[in-house]
Every structure is written in C-alpha cells, then in structure tokens.
C-alpha cells in the first residue's frame, strides 16, 4: 500500500456541509479526475472561501476534515442532468479554523501576500506536516 497523501478541497461551507451529511467528496463541479487521484487512506480539507455557493458572504476557513474510504469514484445523478462524479469520505467532527492565523505558518502558501491564488485551483495536494497543523486546530479535544 502507498504512503497516504493529503488534499484540500475548495467549494462553499453549504456544499460541504452536505458532503459531511452524505459521507462523500467532490470536486472541482462533480469532475472525476480530481477525485481519481486519491486512494483509501489519503486525508482531505474542505476549504470554504464563501458560507454559501453563488453567495457573497466570505468565510475563509477550514470546514471538513475527513479520510477516504472509498475504493472508487462514482457517478451520481443528482436530477436535470448533472451528475457528479463522488468518492466516499469518513468525517470527523471538528470545529471550523479560519485560515489568516494559519497563513504565516503553512508551507503549502508560498506566498504569503497573495495566500489565495492556490485555491482557485479547487483541487490540490498538500504536506503531511500542513495537513497535521491544521488537523490539530479543527479536531476536537476528544478525538485527538
């Protein structure tokens, strides 16, 4: 078995918010490539830039935190025609971790000003050591 990898997803608190409930993960709109790029083991974050899709309302935080469990990406006909491509996920209950503490120390943000731009990419790996710091924000006392 490979060494486990680490990945950020971005989509709004309200998206995630589902995929919690539903124990599953998407990605950049419902592609499969992004997705197909993990394997059984790997830990995901969900990063919302926004509390709601299409909203105007910013968040900026760390919002999920889970592992992935499913051995395969999946089609999902969710009705007028879109269907997403999904991978099963386990969640843990966490709290939400706003990123601008985070920024100065996260490896991943190269730079530091313009901490932003890696996001817009809504799909990306991270370090081992950046998804532990943040992991250790977002889970709660309990669990870690």
């Given at each position: ?8 997803i971005v989509?709004s608190?309200?998206?995630v918010?589902?995929?919690v ?10 592609k499969?490539?992004?997705l197909?790029?993990?394997q059984v ?8 830039p926004k509390v709601?899709?299409g909203g ?7 919002t999920a935190?889970?592992e992935?469990?499913?051995?395969s990406?999946?089609?999902?006909e969710m009705?007028g025609?879109?269907v997403?491509y ?9 709290l939400?971790?706003?990123?601008q ?5 996260l ?5 530091k000003t313009?901490?932003?731009f890696m996001?817009?990419?809504?799909f990306f790996?991270i370090?081992k050591?950046?998804f532990?710091?943040i ?6 006392k309990?669990e870690v």
């Amino acid at each position: 078995m490979s060494e486990a990898r680490y990945w950020v997803i971005v989509a709004s608190k309200d998206h995630v918010q589902n995929g919690v409930r539903w124990g599953i993960a998407q990605a950049n709109h419902g592609k499969a490539a992004p997705l197909k790029r993990m394997q059984v083991g790997d830990g995901v974050l969900y990063y919302s830039p926004k509390v709601e899709f299409g909203g105007d309302e910013k968040l900026q935080a760390f919002t999920a935190i889970g592992e992935v469990t499913g051995e395969s990406v999946y089609p999902f006909e969710m009705g007028g025609g879109f269907v997403p491509y999904r991978r099963d996920v386990k969640y843990k209950e966490c709290l939400e971790v706003p990123i601008q503490l985070l920024i100065p120390v996260l490896t991943f943000i190269k730079d530091k000003t313009s901490w932003g731009f890696m996001f817009r990419f809504g799909f990306f790996e991270i370090p081992k050591v950046d998804f532990d710091l943040i992991a250790s924000q977002m889970l709660l006392k309990k669990e870690v």
